[in-house]
């Protein structure tokens, strides 16, 4: 990434079953310069192996930091604003389930956005839909801060995460632009290290401010954050994709490139296996806090604690993933073994939850959690990163595809799980297990990876 110095070249890596050799970006004559990977210098005589650059290892710092923040929006819009729903009820005179609808609705925008956001970005390139998405996000948040009713606050939260989702979206593109294989899931893991934070400490935040402030001066915060994102991005993030792999037409030609990707086995295998267990995550994120404090009686502090430790979890396997174990075996393997912890450990959460091991402890359901999502880092990193590199002739459009399907189905657990009451923990542990099954299902029938598919070409 070029930071007051020359660029550099990505560093090579191995063609992995079922991917698409990387192709420098940057390396086309007359593209617009881009973001590279970090280079490494050459590696010694010992056989040591290649070793970064300090320039190269601060440039990877900061597109970490850049794309991680982008990919942080999402908890950022939610997550903070989670504790002042009950003051946006007294505030603006509306019913609770009427409030609630202004976070279904950033939600659908996040979905619905990517599908028009990724195709945009194979065809006018990275940076000028990232950045025009940025500036409504901004804009948007500014008249969230000033919204006079419920129904106004509704519609521009769903404009708010139509234009947020340029940041999820791009990210996941511009990371496949620079990356592939193994170094690809190296990065992701260290996007998951920077957006991991976010849900933690969000709502945190969002209920500390709200001692200083009102719920208005929560998006107030989000506006300057959103601002300073987009800033950023326009003074480092150059353009990824150079004009010669970019992909003409319009709506039409979008809808027959996502076709085409749904149409390879592997690459619906590897969509299908990702939003599947991110189901089971999302069952997690919506019913913890009526199975730990309502069931199982812990006090708020005791549940943000353990929802810290599982969030930290999840995060630390993500970075074994990416620093030691894509190293050492490959990620078919790896997101196997993720996909057997998952199961494992939704089995055992539905066991103790219907009574069949007698009563157990709060602390035994948390420590179901935290192996379940301790998977969750094995699992959601490596199937982004294989069903990326299926795609490399249409990045933004794969994007779209793992970012809408994971947030609409996703977006189905929240119901599901509260379909018997706050009362059972029953229907989260059926919900995380049927996903978990369904994600290994789908692997082991799709991606086949004992059998991997022919690799596509073009990029």
């Known amino acids: 990434m070029p930071v007051g110095g020359p660029s550099v070249t990505p560093e090579p890596t191995p063609p992995l079953p079922n991917s698409v050799p990387a192709t420098a970006a940057g390396a ?29 290892r601060r440039a990877g710092l900061l597109l970490t930091l850049v794309l991680g923040g982008l990919t942080a929006l999402p908890p950022l819009s939610t997550d903070m604003y989670l504790p002042a729903l009950p003051a946006v009820t007294n505030s603006l ?15 659908i925008g996040m979905a619905l ?3 028009v956001i990724g195709p945009m970005s194979d065809k006018w390139g990275r940076r000028r839909p990232l950045l025009v998405g940025m500036g409504v996000y901004v804009a948007a948040s500014v008249v969230c801060a000033l919204a006079p009713n419920a129904e ?19 990210s996941r593109a511009v990371a496949r632009d620079l990356f592939d294989g193994v170094a690809m899931a190296r990065f992701f893991s260290s996007l998951m290290l920077v957006s991991g934070v976010a849900p933690i400490v969000a709502p945190v935040f969002g209920g500390q401010m709200l001692r200083f402030t009102d719920w208005r001066g929560i998006f107030v915060v989000i506006t300057v954050v959103g601002a300073l994102l987009t800033l950023v991005a326009w003074k480092w993030l150059h353009e990824t994709l150079p004009p010669e792999r970019r992909h003409g037409g319009g709506v039409g030609t979008a809808l027959r490139t996502m076709r085409g990707l749904l149409g390879d086995r592997a690459f619906s295998g590897y969509l299908l296996t990702g939003t599947l267990a ?14 730990m404090q309502v069931i199982y009686g812990a006090s708020p502090q005791t549940y943000s604690l353990l929802f810290g430790i599982n969030a930290v979890g999840s995060v630390g396997v993500g970075q074994l993933n990416g620093r030691v ?11 196997g073994c993720g996909l057997v912890l998952i199961t494992s450990a939704a089995t055992a959460l539905l066991l103790m939850t219907t009574g069949a091991l007698g009563r157990v402890s709060l602390y035994a359901v ?13 699992v959601n990193t490596n199937a982004n990163t294989l069903g990326l590199t299926r795609a490399g002739h249409a990045a933004g459009s794969a994007s779209a595809l793992l970012g809408t399907s994971s947030f609409l189905v996703g977006s189905l657990a929240s119901p599901l799980v509260g379909i018997a009451g706050e009362h059972t923990a029953v229907p989260m542990a059926l919900v995380q297990l049927a ?6 299902v789908s692997f082991l029938t799709l991606v086949r990876p004992w059998h991997p598919a022919p690799r596509r070409t073009g990029r």
């Open 28 to 56: 086309v004559p007359g593209a617009v310069e881009p973001l590279p990977a970090p280079a490494v210098a050459a590696a010694p005589a010992t056989g040591a192996g290649p070793v970064a650059t300090a320039p190269a």
């Open 325 to 335: 174990l894509v190293d050492r075996f490959s990620m078919h393997k790896i997101l």
């Open 278 to 291: 991110f189901t089971a995550l999302f069952a997690y994120v919506s019913a913890s806090p009526f199975v």
């Open 113 to 115: 956005g990517q599908i």
């Open 93 to 107: 005179h509306a019913p609770a389930a009427t409030v609630q609808i202004t976070l279904t609705a950033c939600l």
């Open 435 to 440: 996903c978990s099954v369904g994600a290994a």
């Open 152 to 170: 106004v606050l509704i519609a521009v939260r769903l404009v708010q995460g139509l234009a947020g989702a340029a940041g999820v979206v791009i």
């Open 366 to 378: 948390a420590a179901g959690l935290f192996c379940l999502m301790m998977g969750m880092g094995l």
